[in-house]
């Protein structure tokens, strides 16, 4: 598009938007047939864009004072008496409303609605209250069961801890009448008055040499002569 019909387009613009014209032509559609190709492309944007912050006054309206719109006396004096008439209508109709509210409220609280209620919160409380007592003897058996499941491997405990402590006390009796036995054996072998002199003469004969070594196996590796 050159500059001239830009420039023309423009115009013409301008002269479809004068407010004499009343915005006929905006309406049947004849703006946006104007500014399309013949391909159906748009050239121009349908919607009227914004102005920013920034952007400076238009020149048409640089001097304008804005005047508030004038207001006609009568017009008001009727404004004023139907607004009255609203609040007044409005205001009976929220009292209907609360007083019908208020009312339901005081039926369920005190009329057949009341005593209907108490009679269900009643017959809930019973479903409730035998419902409780099931719990509370279903429970009442498991914790029998666990107290004597518990009570019995107590027992069970005990009973093995003292046949435990009988059976270490019969070993301990055991090892020890061992032990008094190996020692009245090595009894026979003391030296006493009645064969010492026996003993004496043992000794002298069949002489012992305790001067030898031994290496870690415990085997004699070097023993000296006896003189």
Same mark, same amino acid.
């Given at each position: ?79 004023? $008496? &139907? ?7 409005? !205001? +009976? @109709?929220?009292?209907?409303?609360? =007083? /019908?509210?208020? *009312? ?11 005593? $209907? &209620? ?7 409380? !019973? +479903? @409730?209250?035998?419902?409780?007592? =099931? /719990?509370?003897? *279903? ?22 801890? +003292? ?65």
């Amino acid at each position: 598009m050159n500059l001239s019909k830009l420039r023309s387009n423009k115009t013409l613009l301008r002269t479809l938007l004068r407010p004499e014209d009343g915005g006929n032509f905006l309406n049947n559609g004849f703006f946006l047939r104007l500014f399309t190709s013949s391909r159906g492309a748009v050239l121009v944007a349908a919607v009227r864009g914004r102005k920013s912050r920034n952007d400076p006054v238009a020149k048409s309206k640089e001097g304008r004072v804005k005047v508030p719109p004038p207001v006609d006396p009568a017009e008001m004096v009727v404004l004023r $008496e &139907r607004f009255s008439e609203y609040t007044m209508i409005m !205001r +009976a @109709l929220r009292l209907e409303f609360k =007083e /019908e509210v208020l *009312r339901k409220k005081y039926e369920e609280e005190t009329g057949s609605q009341a005593e $209907e &209620r108490a009679r269900q919160d009643a017959e809930e409380h !019973r +479903a @409730l209250m035998a419902w409780n007592n =099931e /719990e509370n003897r *279903r429970l009442l058996h498991i914790r029998t069961m666990r107290i004597q499941q518990e009570t019995e491997e107590a027992d069970r405990k005990k009973l093995e801890a +003292a046949i435990k402590r009988e059976q270490e006390q019969q070993e301990f009796i055991k090892e020890k009448e061992k032990e008094i036995l190996q020692l009245q054996e090595e009894v026979k072998n003391f030296i006493n008055l009645e064969n010492l002199d026996q003993r004496i003469e043992e000794a002298l004969d069949n002489p012992k040499n305790y001067n030898f070594a031994i290496d870690k196996g415990g085997r004699v590796v070097k023993q000296t002569m006896l003189q």
